[in-house]
């Protein structure tokens, strides 16, 4: 069965940090690109950052460029999002998924349960 259980969200002050973490099981991770996804109330889930399969290319969503990194241990199953200078339009439950390579939008599998991070004073 596959899971993805997302951690390190929080409550932090605006331009802080926090670094997630999305452990992943049921697959062979390191076939799939994987990708972090966000959703803030209100609003439907956008991208925020991809990577791919070997972990040598990255993409990012326009709002987090330069502030967020994307990373991936195939040897854990596990992929990484470092958030610096955070924002209260950070503010969103955050999760991972695999996908079928670095430029597909459509998830493989059903979302997990997310972690929420939350940037105010």
């Known amino acids: 069965q596959v899971q993805f259980v997302e951690s390190g969200g929080g409550l932090v002050q605006p331009g802080g940090s926090l670094r997630l973490s999305c452990a992943a099981s049921?697959?062979?991770?390191?076939?799939?690109?994987m990708s972090w996804y966000r959703q803030a109330p209100g609003k439907e889930r956008e991208l925020v950052a991809a990577?791919?399969?070997?972990?040598?290319?990255?993409k990012y969503g326009d709002s987090v460029k330069g502030r967020f990194t994307i990373s991936r241990d195939n040897t854990k199953d596990a992929v990484y999002l470092q958030m610096n200078s955070l924002k209260p339009e950070d503010t969103a439950v955050y999760y991972c998924?695999?996908?079928?390579?670095?430029?597909?939008?459509?998830?493989?599998?059903?979302w997990g349960r997310g972690t929420q991070a939350t940037v105010s004073s």
């Open positions: 049921g697959f062979t991770f390191s076939n799939y690109a």
């Open positions: 998924n695999a996908f079928r390579n670095f430029l597909a939008t459509a998830p493989l599998y059903s």
């Open positions: 990577i791919s399969r070997a972990g040598g290319s990255t």
